[in-house]
């Protein structure tokens, strides 16, 4: 599971046209330390410019307001319409959480986003609200967190139709609110972004006819959890989902994922470090590894160790399931680009001092490029029933001669013929059929134990 | 279907999705008389592996919205429900049917 994602406890989003201008979730158990992200909707007269909402739940939560977007909070220039964006911290208890409207109109909706891993302290990386008609919601965002994801939520006072999401980004709920319809939209990023820096967040349509206002923000990860980890520490999951990890961890700190998805790091390795998936799945690493780090897969995919990075010492890029291990950088020393099973192991860059392009499996072991060599003591090997390919580079000249295979077998083959041919043109000394030694008599040899002669007897 | 602006009458049929965590969902279609506004019966869609199986319609007194009366357990697939299924619950028309809170649960 990605950073951002909805945790499985997430409720359904909920929305009514109520006298008491509220609406409550049903009841959702969320893991304790999650952050819940509350969008609140409400409709709002022509004109309102004191509407207010509240966020409440069953559990007396403290909850904490990060933005509103109305022309109460920012003036005529903004559509009618309001929505805000809460946040708190679950206590892993059953609860249902309310939106209230104040001098708004009946209509409200409320989607609550369950999120693991998120910081406690600070939920909202950065945020920005805005205003528009007759166009798309876009809002550019600089987040200052690394895996920071972001979110926009939205509304349109004109009914023009559902909003459909931006470039890299999904629908989370897009539907109309209460009677009058007012829509409201919630969308996120696609993927954890990766490093910090700008992103927009949008919607694609409608294009006209729409009174828009919006919320954009992004959320972030947790210290010491997705990001920056500390001695020891390890971004692990061990169940059907991926271990991220968003930046450097420190000496001895893995990402690992024990079960169907990948484990990718984004950041450096430094020593003794593992970007590893025992599962299914790809172990992906984009950047460097350092001393005795390993890219490993052990299950039916690649382990990959790509864009321009180095195994520099003691390094692997293995894999012993079925598919391929995968190096296109430089193995420096004593590195090993690995496939245990049925697929090729790739190396396309050098082999310098000791190290080995090595199949085990059913296919090829290459060493590929014009630049490819194998220096002292290299080895490119293939033990399965295809090839093992060097293509460019050199091979270091063997010191003795190769013999053996079907020409040594022949020369073998000869030699006991030709033995055997001079043994049956000698004349004799011994019984062929007892050992008997032979006396000669009357031109013969004969053997006085059993008979046998060289010839007739010349009596 | 052409897009409404604020203050028109909002034509049949009216649709609410509620997605889950994996954006799996429950898709409530009702449809409506739209001269007299009288609701003439409703599907409901489970998507494979939504979470959801149940819809909650209204809002107790006390408790939570798992608790209301009116209720649908929602199998996968496409569920019927005749117009008779809101009227005996005293939702006649659209109108009246907004004015209570939807949403879906476990």
């Known amino acids: 599971m990605a950073f951002g994602d909805a945790d499985a406890s997430t409720p359904a989003p909920v929305k009514a046209s109520v006298a008491g201008k509220s609406v409550t979730t049903a009841s ?3 893991p304790a330390g999650a952050v819940l992200y509350a969008h609140a909707f409400h409709d709002t007269a022509g004109g309102n410019l004191t509407s207010t909402s509240q966020i409440t739940d069953s559990l007396g939560l403290t909850w904490t307001l990060h933005e509103v977007a109305s022309k109460a909070d920012d003036g005529t220039g903004y559509n009618d319409g309001h929505q805000a964006l809460w946040t708190a911290t679950a206590t892993g208890v059953a609860m249902t959480v309310t939106t209230t409207g104040t001098n708004t109109n009946n209509p409200a909706g409320l989607y609550v986003r369950v999120v693991v891993g998120a910081d406690t302290t600070t939920p909202v990386d950065t945020h920005q609200d805005g205003t528009s008609d007759n166009a798309i919601v876009s809002q550019g965002l600089t987040t200052v967190t690394d895996g920071a994801r972001g979110v926009v939520m939205a509304t349109d006072w004109n009914l023009a139709a559902n909003m459909t999401a931006g470039a890299n980004q999904t629908a989370v709920w897009a539907d109309g609110i209460g009677a009058p319809d007012m829509r409201v939209y919630v969308g996120i990023q696609n993927a954890v972004p990766s490093p910090a820096g700008s992103v927009t ?3 694609a349509t409608p294009t006209t006819g729409n009174q828009n206002n919006w919320i954009a923000y992004a959320m972030r990860p947790a210290a ?5 980890l500390s001695p020891g520490n390890a971004a692990v999951s061990a169940a059907g989902n991926a271990a991220t990890l968003s930046a450097s961890p420190a000496a001895g700190n893995a990402a690992a994922a024990v079960a169907a998805n990948a484990a990718t790091l984004r950041g450096s390795l430094a020593a003794t470090h593992g970007a590893v998936s025992a599962a299914a799945n790809p172990a992906a690493l984009t950047s460097s590894l350092g001393a005795s780090s390993g890219a490993v897969a052990v299950g039916a995919f690649d382990a990959s160790v790509t864009s321009g990075s180095t195994l520099t010492t003691g390094g692997a890029a293995v894999s012993i399931g079925a598919s391929s291990g995968t190096l296109t950088s430089s193995l420096t020393a004593s590195g090993a680009a690995v496939g245990v099973g049925a697929s090729s192991a790739a190396l396309t860059s050098s082999i310098s001092s000791t190290f080995a392009a090595v199949s085990v499996g059913a296919f090829d072991a290459t060493v590929t490029g014009g630049a490819t060599a194998l220096n002292v003591g290299g080895a490119i090997i293939s033990v399965g029933a295809f090839d093992a ?11 003795t001669p190769v013999t053996g295979g079907w020409q040594g077998l022949l020369d073998i083959l000869n030699d006991i013929r030709d033995t055997h041919a001079e043994q049956v043109a000698a004349t004799p000394t011994a019984c062929p059929r007892c050992g008997e030694p032979l006396y000669s008599t009357h031109g013969a040899l004969r053997c006085r134990f059993d008979g046998w002669t060289t010839g007739p007897v010349t009596l | 279907m052409a897009a409404e602006a604020r203050g028109d009458v909002e034509l049949s049929p009216w649709v609410s999705p509620f997605p889950d965590y994996q954006g799996n969902k429950i898709t409530v279609t009702v449809n409506y ?15 494979a592996g939504c979470v959801f199986s149940k819809l909650l319609i209204g809002l107790p007194e006390v408790g939570a919205p798992d608790d209301t009366d009116f209720k649908f ?3 996968f697939g496409t569920t019927n429900v005749p117009a008779s299924a809101f009227t005996s619950r005293g939702f006649s028309t659209i109108e009246q049917l907004r004015t209570v809170q939807m949403t879906a649960g476990r």
């Open chain 1, 28 to 30: 959702f158990t969320p």
């Open chain 1, 201 to 203: 967040m949008s919607t």
């Open chain 1, 224 to 228: 010491g959890g997705a990001t920056n």
């Open chain 1, 389 to 399: 390919t060097l293509t460019g580079g050199t091979v270091p000249a063997p010191e």
């Open chain 2, 33 to 47: 008389n739209n001269a007299t506004r009288a609701i003439t019966g409703a599907t409901v869609v489970r998507d």
């Open chain 2, 73 to 75: 357990n929602v199998p």
